[in-house]
């Protein structure tokens, strides 16, 4: 029979999670307790880092000290597209696209994945 959710490695396991800010004069640890991931948290500026912890809990109390990583809040579209378009003719069957970014790189508002380049 399986067992109950937060169940899995001990009676009444759960999640601690911490978060901020990862920028001068952080502030306090925002914080949630959960049974099962994810945590979703919202309201929360597009693409900004964060300072990340997660501990698990339990009725014998919490576990060891966990380490800090950084993630990121939700990508959103970019505000910013290519500039400098160029095309160079190769051969019959090729040609040399060339581009520069747009804008400020924080305008991308997420990692930049690639261009999609179409021909008509």
């Known amino acids: 029979q399986p067992l109950p959710p937060g169940d899995w490695n001990a009676p009444e396991l759960r999640y601690r999670v911490q978060w901020r800010p990862l920028e001068p004069g952080r502030g306090r640890w925002a914080e949630a307790t959960v049974g099962d991931p994810p945590l979703v948290v919202r309201d929360t500026p597009t693409f900004s880092p964060y300072e990340i912890r997660v501990q698990a809990v339990n009725e014998a109390g919490k576990g060891p000290e966990p380490p800090v990583v950084i993630g990121y ?17 190769l051969n019959s069957t090729s040609v040399r696209v060339t581009w520069s970014l747009g804008g400020a790189v924080r305008d991308l508002r997420g990692h930049l994945r690639g261009y999609r380049v179409r021909t008509p």
């Open 73 to 89: 809040s939700g990508e959103d579209l970019p505000l910013v597209y290519p500039e400098n378009v160029g095309v160079e003719i």
